[in-house]
């Protein structure tokens, strides 16, 4: 189970990172253009900073519940703001803006991928096969 584990640990860290990288590519020219009239770049770069801690925690092995909860729900955040962000035209937005394509589906893999991590750390760290109440109480 230890290998599923770290292979669910890499695809997460490397969705985190690559969606990090995409919007960090979206938003910095359009920060260096001059004063924003969109906040989302600035609002990009936060997010990117904030995946990237979340990448390093995951990558450095710690299993914590709500690690998989931040890098899963700042993903999810990304991906549920697009299509709100855009309404109607998100399929034309989608076709004209290819990073943001390739973004959608990196967040997707990597929501699933958190959402597995959730799953497969215990709240008491000992991973899935932690000692239920039944175990721990010898009679």
């Known amino acids: 189970m230890e290998r599923v584990e770290r292979g669910v640990r890499i695809v997460a860290v490397q969705a985190a990172l ?24 600035a609002a990009f770069v936060a997010a990117a900073v904030l ?10 092995g710690y299993r914590y519940r709500r690690l998989s909860t931040l890098g899963g729900g700042t993903l999810a955040t990304l991906l549920v703001g697009y299509p709100l962000y855009h309404g109607r035209k998100t399929a034309a937005a989608l076709a004209a803006e290819p990073l ?19 799953y497969l750390h215990h709240p008491n760290r000992l991973g899935m096969h932690a000692p239920t109440d039944s175990e721990t109480h010898e009679s």
């Open 100 to 118: 943001a394509l390739a973004a959608i589906v990196v967040e997707g893999v990597g929501i699933v991928a958190f959402a597995a991590l959730f």
């Open 51 to 60: 995946l990237i801690a979340v990448a390093v925690a995951a990558f450095r």
């Open 18 to 41: 690559l969606t990090a990288a995409l919007h960090l590519l979206w938003a910095i020219p359009r920060l260096a253009d001059g004063a924003p009239v969109d906040a989302r770049p």
